[in-house]
Structure formats: C-alpha cells, structure tokens
C-alpha cells in the first residue's frame, strides 16, 4: 500500500513559518485520501488536516484553521502542511497517513494507516 515518510520538521520561534512534507512510495498515493495529525508529549495524537485524493475536498482543524493549509501534488507523491504563525502549542511529532477506511473524508486517527515516523516540530515562545 506504500510507506509515507514526513520531513521538514524543526526548532522555530513563534510566529515563524515551516513547510513539512509527506512522500509516498508505492503507486496508490495518487488515489489516497492523505491526513496530517500531531502528538504533543502527553498527550493524544490528533487531527490537523486532510485532503483527498483529487484535491476537491479539505478538512482543517478549529486549533489551525486560518493558519495551516494541506496541498498535494500526486506526480510527486507528495503532500504538504504550510504552517504559518506558528504558536508554541504547535509544537509536537507530526504525522502523514493514508486513510484505510470510509469514503469521506474523517478526521479521526482510527480511519488512518501507514503511518510515517514522524517529525518533530517545536515552537519556543
């Protein structure tokens, strides 16, 4: 089903910016819904944003809308998080996934799989 590996994660101050990216290997990404998600130490991961396969339908979440936006370019397998005004409660492991059940678009971790290794976002104050 293919493996999704994130990048781009790094120590920034607050009100910076940061793009993270999320690379698929195998030929389904084109045809996958994509969805980011963050764990803060402690806490439980949760949803950022998803897109689905075409790019015709976006889910952001109430903490970051406004300020992050998911873009996905399938001739690159490749998926984004532009992140701006970044706020020291962003800060955490950021997850890429596929999800694995459902045709809408959800946003809840249980309907996601082929979870990258993450990476690690900080934002100091």
């Known amino acids: 089903q293919g493996q999704l590996v994130e990048s781009g994660g790094r120590s920034v101050t607050a009100g910076d910016s940061l793009r993270l990216s999320c690379v698929g290997s195998?030929?389904?990404?084109?045809?996958?819904?994509v969805g980011w998600f963050r764990q803060a130490p402690g806490k439980k991961r949760e949803f950022v944003a998803g897109m689905k396969w075409l790019g015709d339908s976006t889910l952001v979440a109430d903490p970051v809308q406004g300020r992050f936006t998911i873009s996905r370019d399938n001739n690159k397998n490749t998926a984004w998080l532009q992140m701006n005004s970044l706020k020291p409660e962003d800060t955490g492991v950021y997850y890429c996934a596929f999800q694995t059940t459902g045709m809408d678009l959800y946003s809840d971790p249980a309907y996601f799989g082929n979870w990258g290794p993450g990476t690690q976002v900080t934002v100091s104050s």
């Open positions: 195998g030929r389904t990404f084109s045809r996958r819904t």
